[in-house]
Nanobody, 125 residues
Framework: HVQLVESGGGSVQAGGSLRLSCVASGYWSNSNCMAWFRRPSGREREGVAAIDADGRSYYKDSVKDRFTVSRDNAKNSFYLQMNQPTPEDTAMYYC????????????????????WGQGTQVTVS
């Protein structure tokens, strides 16, 4: 069983910064592709950023050059640095571990394949 726990969400002013963290525990493998998804209120879930086991990353176009995804395998941790957020980035953010996928493939996941955290709310005003 794998457990993912997100933290770091909250309220932030547009143009500020916020760092989300996700810590994995349980039967964990650092070979997993890790991804951040978000669900704005009343809208469908969308992939935001992903990083594979080799450190290759992929981003949703609207966050490219503002958000940075990273991982620390020694700590079983995974991060999303959000710089210059806008109100359009307001959403519930989820981390996910997606075995066997590339970072590009991960952002296209539409099911609950793999392992998912409970989410952390980010509100940008």
């Amino acid at each position: 069983h794998v457990q993912l726990v997100e933290s770091g969400g909250g309220s932030v002013q547009a143009g500020g910064s916020l760092r989300l963290s996700c810590v994995a525990s349980g039967y964990w493998s650092n070979s997993n592709c890790m991804a951040w998804f978000r669900r704005p209120s009343g809208r469908e879930r969308e992939g935001v950023a992903a990083i594979d086991a080799d450190g290759r990353s992929y981003y949703k176009d609207s966050v490219k050059d503002r958000f940075t995804v990273s991982r620390d395998n020694a700590k079983n941790s995974f991060y999303l640095q959000m710089n210059q957020p806008t109100p359009e980035d307001t959403a519930m953010y989820y981390c996910a571990a997606l075995p066997g996928l590339s970072a590009f493939q991960a952002l296209g996941v539409r099911t609950y394949f793999g392992h998912w955290g409970q989410g952390t709310q980010v509100t940008v005003s």
